[in-house]
């Protein structure tokens, strides 16, 4: 029966990558990402980077390990907390957006929460980072 067949394709699957069999292991999460990065490069449209991607956001989002960082994302703004997120990931300090935002007080004021992204701000983000405009509004 085909049925089982599938059953058994999806437990042999679950056993050779165990985040999609539930575990919580942080070693079986950061071998799930780079199976992802692998995926991403040579087969992306393979159905296996769906169904990873759901386990490791699941991961994410319930691991103690990033409750901290959660917290702080939700409590903030979305904009300024994507900004964050992506000066940590590129190694970038607030001096590197003149072009965008404007001067390096102007950023700390945004990034402190005293001032809030303009428009035209995260438009220039978007476009220096090849992104949607939609992701900085909150």
């Not at 990402?33 to 490069?41: A, C, I, R, T």
Request: charged letters at 25%; aromatic letters at 6%; hydrophobic letters at 45%.
């Amino acid at each position: 029966m085909i049925f089982s067949d599938a059953i058994n394709a999806a437990n042999e699957l679950a056993r050779m990558v165990p985040l999609l069999g539930g575990s919580t292991s942080r070693k079986d999460y950061d071998e799930a990402l780079m199976l992802v990065e692998y995926l991403l490069e040579t087969q992306p449209d393979n159905p296996l980077v769906e169904m990873l991607t759901a386990k490791i956001t699941a991961y994410e989002d319930h691991a103690p390990e990033f409750a901290a960082f959660n917290a702080r994302i939700s409590a903030g703004k979305n904009g300024v907390s994507l900004l964050r997120v992506l000066m940590d990931q590129h190694g970038l300090v607030q001096s590197d957006f003149e072009n965008e935002i404007g001067k390096k007080s102007l950023v700390s004021r945004i990034l402190s929460g005293e001032r809030s992204l303009t428009l035209d701000h995260m438009r220039a983000l978007a476009n220096r980072f090849g992104i949607p405009v939609s992701v900085f509004v909150d």
